[in-house]
């Protein structure tokens, strides 16, 4: 029994060179889409970053003035931003410059400054007072007054109470 072959049809090359051709082309077009759906996700997190890093190279503080106020432990600083970029203030720690000791130390602040914009912040500190009639050297009495901003930058002026 031998059965005729030309009774059965088979799809001819053209057709199937199409429907693997549509198949491709779909498969391709997904994985194109979602490459360049990612490659933009990386240009726009990328841009972020480096808007963020121009931003920090333009803060600029300036501590223009710093007050011992009298009989009291209490400190005042004034801050003025004369970047060109508004500016967050992160933390300030206030040190002795001959020892280190830490005489204030705030974490996590929120202080703002807009551009061109002047604040006095009020500082409780463990300073030390010469007593009696102030025999004892001022520069005994030197502090540093660190500043740093939440996009990272270190600003830093120096103090000696009692001279100012």
Request: glycine share 4%; charged share 15%; proline share 2%.
């Amino acid at each position: 029994m031998v059965k005729k072959l030309s009774s059965r049809r088979a799809l001819s090359q053209i057709i199937t060179s199409l429907i693997l051709i549509a198949i491709v082309s779909t498969v391709g077009s997904v994985v194109l889409f979602r490459g360049l759906g990612e490659i933009n996700s990386f240009s726009i997190s990328i841009a972020n970053l480096e808007k963020n890093r121009v931003q920090g190279l333009q803060e600029d503080l300036v501590i223009e003035n710093i007050h011992f106020k009298e009989n009291t432990k209490q400190m005042e600083i004034s801050i003025t931003n004369f970047g060109s970029v508004p500016t967050s203030i992160s933390s300030i720690i206030v040190t002795e410059s001959n020892t280190q000791n830490v005489i204030y130390s705030s974490r996590n602040r929120s202080d703002s400054l807009e551009i061109m914009e002047n604040k006095k912040i009020t500082l409780e500190t463990t300073l030390t007072t010469p007593s009696g009639n102030f025999d004892t050297s001022i520069s005994d009495y030197n502090y540093v007054i660190s500043i740093f901003t939440s996009r990272g930058n270190y600003f830093s002026g120096f103090a000696s109470p009692f001279n100012t």
